[in-house]
Nanobody, 126 residues
């Protein structure tokens, strides 16, 4: 069973940067490189929302929510079995618990993903 562990969250000021990482393990019969990876976030009282996704293999295709486009960048390292979310120019509205997920397609729909991490808190103060 695929296991995902996020790290890198914290408390920062508006305009700062953070780099989130997601380490994957537990693969049986299938390698990390064959999974699409996604990042989602959930703020208190709100539904989980899509942030970014990256396709399997070389990660040559990426997708971003309009709210983070131009500020966030998703990448993957198949050798290290990690996916990373670089977050620049952070805003208070980016405050949320951030989750990484693994699935068959780099979709914005969270139902597509079959494995989830436990989340990491990102808080951006104004």
């Amino acid at each position: 069973q695929v296991q995902l562990v996020e790290s890198g969250g914290g408390l920062v000021q508006a305009g700062d940067s953070l780099r989130l990482s997601c380490a994957a393990s537990g693969f049986t019969g299938r390698t990390f490189s064959t999974y699409a990876m996604g990042w989602f976030r959930q703020a208190p009282g709100k539904e989980r929302e899509f942030v970014a996704s990256i396709r399997w293999s070389d990660g040559s295709w990426t997708n971003y929510a309009d709210s983070v486009k131009g500020r966030f960048a998703i990448s993957r390292d198949n050798a290290k079995k990690t996916t990373t979310l670089q977050m620049d120019s952070l805003k208070p509205e980016d405050t949320a618990v951030y989750y990484c997920a693994a699935g068959d397609w780099p979709d914005s729909n969270p139902a597509i993903y079959e494995a989830w991490g436990q989340g990491t808190q990102v808080t951006v103060s104004s």
